[in-house]
């Protein structure tokens, strides 16, 4: 007869309540950047991986004897594989951007942090915890910092007047996660077309190569180059 107290109960309750505090720091740092997957997903992950891994660790034993052999590493196995396709889930790509691998990266983790939670291990679930706030918290803004090979590029594009091309530029660079600023702008005129060519900077962790070919395929757009300040200040000294 199967009881609803045993005598590991209170081990697999405390836990399972490690599993959930940590991966509840985990998705409140995901939830305050307003990610896809937030508090409820990450608790969840972290909740269920240590669920499997406590029935893995716990939920066999009073079968267990001479002829029946268990391998309580297996369930752990299948725990890793159903998070990647759970991680691969909040991945999309759009315009040829990648976004959501932080995500799904933070979604493997929480399972990780479950899994160590669940299997006893619990001062390895506090850090991995730990280094994982380190990472995106405090690490993470200090790497953006760094200067890239793009901080002093700047897209010079030419486009038609009146066409509402600025307009389409300005929400494409939004729409891919960068902010702009124009730093100058001149009228053209070319076989009989009114043109504008404009010096645009976009900042954002997305490398700039990444979005000249979406930039080039508005309609309207007549020529994208990439330019450093240099070459600006160049063309503004001959000017």
Known sequence: MMHFLTDT??????????????????????????????FRTHVLVGMGAAGFTLV?????????GED???DPSR???????????????VIFTRRDVVRGLTTAATIWVAAAVGMAAGAGMVS?????TALHLLAVVAVG????????????RVLRVRY???????????????????????????????DGLKLVEIDIRFKGRIPLRTAIPSVNA???????????DDEQEDDEDVS
């Open 218 to 228: 508005i309609e309207g757009v007549r020529q994208v180059q990439v330019r450093s």
């Open 160 to 190: 038609l007047d009146g066409a509402g091309v600025l307009r389409d530029i300005l929400a494409l660079a939004t729409e891919l996660g960068y902010s702009t600023l124009i730093l100058g702008s001149r009228r053209l005129e070319r």
């Open 68 to 70: 029946v052999n268990l």
């Open 124 to 128: 390895l679930a506090f850090f991995l």
């Open 141 to 152: 803004p200090l790497v953006r910092k760094i200067p890239t090979r793009d901080h002093n």
């Open 9 to 38: 109960t209170w081990t697999e309750l405390y836990l399972l309540a490690v599993a959930f505090v940590l991966c509840a720091l985990i998705g409140i740092e995901r939830q305050v950047r307003q990610k896809a997957a937030g």
């Open 75 to 89: 369930i752990a196995a299948q725990i890793v594989s159903g998070i990647g396709f759970l991680g691969a889930g």
């Open 56 to 64: 893995s660790a716990f939920g066999f034993s009073t079968v267990l």
